[in-house]
């Protein structure tokens, strides 16, 4: 903050002591000559030269945290990278702003704030005062839309008339190249000087009208000291089109053998970068074609159940609580808790997974998702904004907007990259006038221009942005969510992927997986029989024996009596039934004969063993397990194939976590550990492999899910959990870590091919524009040629972007899908 005053929120006050505590820490910050806050408005008035974040840490230590906001503009006019980093700057100059960051892409400014110290109309003017237009970013997708195909059209139609305009100028002068005795005719007929006062004419036009949007925007940053790419343009076609303009009707001025015109140069250039400006807009519109998609997935309209009739609303009328119906086919408005009905819902388009859901009773259901063939009636549990669906559009347009690390090294050089292009092509100038050959004049302005026009710092501004963009719409669309932007670069940096096994790795819920019936009674009816007898008890053991022998329950189990770290007894059907541990079984004096070997063999394999008794003989055996997830073995091996190590940290007990280790063939097993013993796991496997990506889903993940470079959560765990995480994985499915991190490294490599070509053509380009070719092969580079590889250099790294909406995803469907064949021990993690 420059000496002056700043008036902001400050949060967690709720006496005067807070008051007098938090002016205190104001105050005792170094440049605040005056401080004072006030409880009532909860506002502090600060006066000095501190800087924002230096108030910003004085209230944190003290408890007092300001109140911060985020802000979103539309920018119009920025054609390069030095246009982003420009605007970037003046909003940061605004008083109360922490941080701003503009996309190029999407020509937006994401600005962070202290509460209450800058409205909308201070960003807007410190905008506009850097030389562009800006307004408040609309939540209206439809209005969005209109705005950049009213843009588009302008551009199109700017285009048409510089070409129709240009055409006759270049056939004028260059069709002596193409048609021999061209020139002959034209000076035989017209005249060469009626030939360049038509030139004149139609490139003047050209220059003021379609043109003019180059000279609106440059030649005032070039005033003011900060010029931008399209100060380059307009001082490149502006020097051709007043030489050309000199050597028509001032002729004398220019040394004999230099009477040249150029009328053609400065037309061909003005078309050709409205030319690239088009394609660019057109490949721009496709970068944001996830949000689209993710956005039309919203119906206008849902049949609303008020007062017993059914009504179509807008959604925007749909309130939590109302009771919707939903017809065959019809997609879902919001989300919502099934009634009545059963159907099977596609959410491929949320969770990325292919398989219809079934839904009936109890289920949840999300909006956007398209319901199957059966109809339904479910309640709202969310609307607007809280809706999954519109959080999903939340994280990935802030994902869109982040800056990652390797974007620094291009921030850096386009600050400095267009005034050195000016200087360069000045030098360029004036060696050719120096050294060069005659006519020197003409030669010196063929290469200035040259160099003027082939830089592109256009280029280096869209590399980064656009990749991320189009990469992160693309992870959407397969059900991966990056709620940060720059976990896209860490997670390419993983070496290790370490999982938490309960709902990660296995299904989270225990079922039976084995029973076998001693000699003399059936497995059936060993089955039905502790079932029953379990019917009562809260354990989720019970649960899985009811779902195993659901539809042959008989009536409610009598006299049901648990007996605490054993089991329980119960009369079913006029038997004593015994169910519970082996230790019950001894307790009972009950003899486990021939089982005791399957009791053991199920207890090494990891898995649950639980014993029942009938009328004093040991009637079974039962397995209980939680099974491993489908897919979860081919993940693993996926992630072996791609290099990475893998580990499983569950506070289970290490049989049971090695059994499922050797199942999944996961290299290394921390178990038994407490959840806060998690994090420090995480540390010890950073130690030995590097950066590690960490895959949960509880409660109790969330300090590993941070500690870890990357958090990887599932969107079926916790929102503790998701919260905490730098990666959602929609479908709760192993394999969404295989593509969160193919789709990583594709990214990374899309941006990396972009940076190269941006810098390597700038690099490359300048050089021969400046003709250090001219001594060994007599040829300089056409001022036209340079426009066109100049609009070309933009649409390259577009299109390279535009790849990443093709991105195949690194597992198919069907081989993720196939069934585990085993399963994996139910106990729950401490």
């Known amino acids: 903050m420059a000496d002056g005053s700043l008036r902001f929120e400050v949060t967690k006050m709720t006496c005067g002591g807070c008051a007098g505590r938090a002016q205190k820490a104001l105050a005792g910050v170094e440049g605040v000559t005056d401080a004072s806050v006030n409880l009532a408005t909860k506002m502090a008035h600060v006066e000095g030269s501190a800087g ?37 700057r003046a909003l940061a100059d605004v008083p109360g702003v922490l941080s701003a960051t503009v996309n190029l892409a999407s020509e937006t400014a994401e600005v962070k704030l202290l509460n209450g110290s800058a409205e909308a109309p201070a960003l807007i003017h410190a905008v506009e005062g850097a030389g562009y237009k800006a ?19 302008a551009l199109k139609r700017d285009l048409i008339v510089a070409a129709v305009l240009t055409a006759p100028v270049f056939i004028l002068e260059m ?14 007929t017209i005249g060469m000087t009626t030939s360049w006062l038509i030139q004149f004419v139609l490139v003047t036009a050209v220059l003021v009208w379609p043109g003019r949007r180059f000279y609106q925007i440059g030649l005032p940053l070039l005033l003011k000291g900060a010029p931008d790419m399209n100060s380059l343009v307009a001082l490149g076609t502006l020097a051709a089109w007043l030489y050309s303009t000199v050597a028509l009707s001032l002729p004398g001025l220019l040394p004999e053998g230099t009477r040249a015109v150029y009328f053609e140069a400065a037309g061909v250039i003005v078309t050709l970068i409205l030319l690239g400006r088009f394609l660019e807009a057109r490949a721009k519109g496709l970068t944001g074609a996830a949000i689209k998609r993710l956005v039309g997935l919203k119906p206008s309209t849902a049949r609303v159940e008020r007062e017993n009739e059914i009504t179509e609303l807008p959604i925007a009328e749909v309130v939590q609580g109302d009771v919707l119906h939903v017809r065959p086919g019809e997609r879902i408005a919001v989300d919502g808790e099934v009634l009545t009905g059963r159907s099977y819902v596609d959410e491929s388009m949320i969770t990325g997974e292919p398989v219809p859901v079934e839904k009936s009773d109890g289920a949840t259901v999300v909006g956007g998702t398209v319901n199957g063939a059966g109809a339904l009636s479910f309640r709202a549990t969310a609307v607007g904004a809280d809706t999954m669906l519109a959080r999903i559009i939340a994280m990935v347009e802030e994902a869109q907007g982040a800056k990652l690390p390797i974007q620094a090294v291009a921030d850096k050089v386009v600050i400095w990259f267009v005034p050195a292009v000016m200087a360069a092509a000045a030098l360029t100038f004036l060696a050719w006038l120096i050294f060069g050959p005659s006519p020197a ?5 063929v290469a200035g221009v040259s160099v003027l026009i082939v830089a592109c710092p256009c280029a280096m501004g869209l590399a980064t942005p656009t990749s991320i963009m189009v990469g992160t719409g693309r992870a959407a669309e397969l059900g991966v969510l990056f709620r940060k932007g720059d976990a896209l670069q860490r997670l390419e940096s993983v070496g290790i992927v370490a999982f938490d096994k309960t709902g990660t790795l296995t299904e ?22 502790a079932a029953s007898a379990e019917q009562s008890s809260e354990h989720p053991i019970a649960r899985a024996l009811e779902r195993a022998a659901e539809g042959t329950l008989p009536p409610q189990a009598e006299e049901v009596e648990a ?3 054993h089991g329980l007894s119960a009369r079913v059907e006029g038997h004593r039934v015994l169910v519970g541990a082996a230790r019950l ?4 004096g009950i003899d486990l004969g021939a089982l005791s070997a399957v009791h053991d063999e199920i207890a090494g394999a990891g898995q649950t063993p639980v014993l029942v008794a009938i009328d004093g003989q040991i009637a079974g055996a039962l397995a209980v397990a939680d099974k491993v997830k489908p897919g979860a073995k081919a993940a693993i091996a996926k992630l072996h194939d791609m290099g990475l190590k893998t580990a499983m940290i569950t506070g289970d007990t290490r049989a049971t976590a090695q059994a499922i280790a050797a199942e999944l063939g996961i290299d290394h097993v921390e ?4 959840p806060e013993g998690k994090r420090d796991a995480v540390r010890a496997l950073r130690d030995a492999h590097g950066v590690v990506g960490f895959v949960g889903d509880g409660i109790n993940d969330a300090p590993a899910l941070a500690e870890a470079e990357v958090g990887l959560a599932m969107g079926t765990g916790t929102d503790v959990a998701i919260e905490s995480a730098d990666v959602v994985l929609v479908s709760g499915e192993t394999r969404g870590v295989v593509e969160a991190v193919h789709l990583s490294r594709a990214v990374l490599r899309n941006i990396r091919q972009n940076l190269f070509w941006a810098f390597g053509y700038n690099v490359a380009l300048i050089p021969v524009a400046a003709g250090v070719f001219y001594p060994a092969f007599g040829t300089l580079l056409s001022p036209m040629l340079a426009a066109g590889a100049m609009a070309l250099s933009s649409v390259f790294v577009l299109s390279n972007a535009l790849r990443l909406r093709r991105h195949a995803p690194a597992m198919a469907p069907e081989r993720a899908a196939r069934p585990a064949q085993s399963a994996a021990p139910q106990e729950a993690e401490a």
């Not at 989270?508 to 029989?529: C, M």
């Not at 178990?671 to 407490?674: M, Y």
């Open 671 to 674: 178990a038994e550990v407490l």
């Open 508 to 529: 989270g819920r225990p079922e039976l997986v084995r029973t076998t019936a001693a000699p003399g009674f059936d497995e059936g009816d060993v089955l039905r029989l």
């Open 135 to 153: 307004s408040l970013a609309s939540d209206d997708s439809a209005e969005q839309e209109a705005r950049k195909s009213a843009e588009q059209t």
């Open 563 to 565: 007996i605490a770290g």
């Open 585 to 588: 079984m001894a307790r009972e």
């Open 441 to 445: 004049l003409t030669y010196a302005l």
């Open 175 to 188: 069709g002596g190249h193409f048609i021999p005795g061209f020139h002959d005719l034209i000076a035989g």
């Open 52 to 88: 924002v974040p230096a108030l910003r840490a004085a209230l944190d230590k003290a408890g007092y945290p300001a109140g911060e906001s985020t802000m979103r503009l539309g920018i119009e006019g920025m054609s390069c990278a030095s246009c982003a980093g420009r605007v970037e």
